[in-house]
Nanobody
């Protein structure tokens, strides 16, 4: 069963914006910590942002703080990542992931239980 499906990736010039979405078939959705990860040329999966089950707390990697915004719509079971002022270093495959319970901060990839298949983001100079 497919539980997480990302969309919204694409190619954009540096300085531009992009919004990623993740449709989550998780119930009850408001009990899940949700997060975005990315995997770039270094082939290391790193945490980008995370959001608490209620949406009251958010966490960001230093590299994206002030540029990216994570949000969720618990009524729709959807996760979002608004990406602004994009840089070439943001080029990566982006994944959404989940685990039951609080986030408590950026969560390590191996602590997440479910993953989408990813959506590609390419930022040109």
């Amino acid at each position: 069963q497919v539980q997480l499906v990302e969309s919204g990736g694409g190619s954009v010039q540096a300085g531009g914006s992009l919004r990623l979405s993740c449709a989550a078939s998780l119930y009850p959705y408001n009990t899940y910590c949700m997060a975005w990860f990315r995997q770039g040329l270094l082939n290391e999966r790193e945490g980008v942002a995370a959001i608490s089950p209620s949406g009251s707390a958010t966490y960001y990697a230093d590299s994206v703080k002030g540029r990216f915004n994570i949000s969720r719509d618990n009524a729709k079971g959807t996760l979002y990542l608004q990406m602004n002022s994009l840089k070439p270093d943001d080029t990566a495959m982006y994944y959404c992931a989940s685990r039951v319970g609080p986030c408590g901060g950026l969560v390590a990839p191996n602590a997440m239980n479910r993953w989408g298949n990813g959506t590609m983001v390419i930022i040109s100079s």
